[in-house]
């Protein structure tokens, strides 16, 4: 093969090597990723779709239906009228300590208005009794359904061999306010 068509064939052999090179920096790799983008997206609005029908679901099934849900939650709540709420909370922790048969020495109410959807009642209860019947008491405050939680809870012996305790709780319960449209 003479020389000028082997440095042709070369030359013609680099052209391509090049031209293929700059066709996969600027064609190809950009198509892959671009598609791979592509696939990525319609994984997430596929994943979207089904979160979205299962909410939907949700809401057709009466019984599972947040909405229902929600609306046992506000029903929980203390409501507006502040003596009112005072005095179911009072009704609430005279009932679970006869029921436990502690015995309360001081329950202090406090209101507060951090936000403008919900007001807060804080009550600090005092109580005493044996570890028995605190324990009954603080199961019933837990197991009651109104929007009651306990924000602290602090125990101590009044006595020297521990059979009689002090019990100071904190109780925070919500009371939502109506939405003005």
Not at 6 to 19: D, E, F, H, N, S
């Amino acid at each position: 093969m003479p020389i000028k068509n082997r440095q042709q064939l070369l030359m013609i052999g680099a052209i391509a090597t090049v031209v293929l090179f700059a066709g996969d920096r600027l064609v190809l790799t950009p198509l892959l990723k671009t598609w791979n983008a592509r696939q990525a997206r319609i994984a997430k609005l596929r994943k979207d779709i089904a979160q979205a029908n299962t909410m939907v679901q949700r809401e057709l099934v009466p019984d599972q239906s947040i909405r229902t849900r929600w609306l046992k939650m506000c029903h929980n709540t203390l409501t507006n009228n502040p003596s009112a709420a005072e005095q179911r909370v009072f009704r609430a922790v005279d009932s679970w300590a006869q029921d436990s048969g502690v015995a309360i020495s001081a329950i202090t109410p406090q209101w507060k208005h951090d936000n403008d959807d919900y007001i807060t009642f804080e009550c600090r209860v005092e109580a005493t009794g044996d570890l028995g019947k605190l324990t009954r008491f603080l199961y019933s405050v837990e197991r009651d359904p109104m929007a009651l939680k306990l924000e602290l809870v602090e125990l101590g012996a009044r006595d020297k061999e521990g059979q009689q305790l002090s019990l100071g709780l904190q109780l925070s319960g919500l009371v939502l306010t109506p939405q003005k449209h």
